[in-house]
Structure formats: C-alpha cells, structure tokens
C-alpha cells in the first residue's frame, strides 16, 4: 500500500511539474484590474476579438469564499484559430486563447497563459504547424503590451 501511494505522489508530482512548464508568466506593477484592460485593449488594437472576460474572485465572494484579484480573458482571432481547425478539428478545443492575471499570496500580479505548443501537443499536425508560432508570438506580444 505504501508503494502505491508513493507511486501515486510521484506521478500526480510529476504531472504538476510538467504542467507548471506549459505555463507562461509576465510579471506586471499594475493591479489585475489595469493589467486586463490594458490586454483587453491590446487584443481589440491586434485585430482579436474579445469574447469574454471572467472575474473569478467576484465569483468566489457571490459564495462567501473571497480568493485575491483573479480574471481571465478570452479572445481569438479566426486568421490564427481557423488554419489550426483546418488541420485539426480538434483544435476548436483549445481555443479560443485565454489568458489569466491573477495576484499571488505575495500581492504579486501575474498575467498567465498555457503555451499553445504545450497545449495542442495531441495534435502533431497543428503542433508542428506555423500557426502556433504565430499565437505564440501573439500571446507573448500582447501579455508583454498589458504587463508594460
């Protein structure tokens, strides 16, 4: 039993590690409020289109549970989501792009996104594709615009 359970942490560990490393993060002075807007009107400038934008903490103090500022963007463009589809459907999964900023135990405002590489690995035609270098560059253009 107890190596099942060793066995058990060291996988679910690994995992964690490996998905803290699909994770990208740009640091920024602005509270979680200026940093999405300041993202917000980076996507609207880039031609994106801003679907929706999710307030996590106001929906965890609707249900007496306060957490710190924390807000996700969602937002695309078909010139980047539409060849990945066209390669693979399953794509649509994935997108569109998200992005979160959030303030860590510290005060610290962290705008956070998976990287599209990471994220579509499943998909060896889409991963390999230049339309994920292409969102790379967009979300690593647009997340440094909103932390500046």
């Known amino acids: 039993m107890r190596i099942l359970i060793l066995a058990s942490i060291f996988t679910f560990g690994g995992a964690l590690s490996a998905m803290a490393d699909d994770i990208i993060k740009v ?36 249900v007496g549970t306060p957490i710190p500022a924390n807000q996700v963007l969602i937002f695309g463009n078909p010139a ?14 994935f997108l569109p792009l998200k992005v979160q900023a959030y303030e860590d135990s510290d005060g610290q405002v962290w705008l956070a996104y998976e990287d599209p590489k990471e994220t579509m690995d499943e998909l060896d035609d889409v991963e390999k594709s230049p339309v994920i270098e292409k969102m790379r560059g967009a979300l690593a253009k647009l997340t440094a615009a909103a932390a500046g």
Do not use: W, Y
């Open 80 to 93: 980047l989501g539409t060849p990945a589809m066209q390669i693979d459907p399953r794509a649509g999964l």
């Open 27 to 62: 640091q920024t002075d602005k509270s979680v409020v200026e940093a999405l807007d300041a993202l917000e009107a980076a996507v609207g400038n880039a031609g994106a289109t801003v679907f929706a934008r999710v307030d996590h903490a106001a929906g965890a103090e609707k």
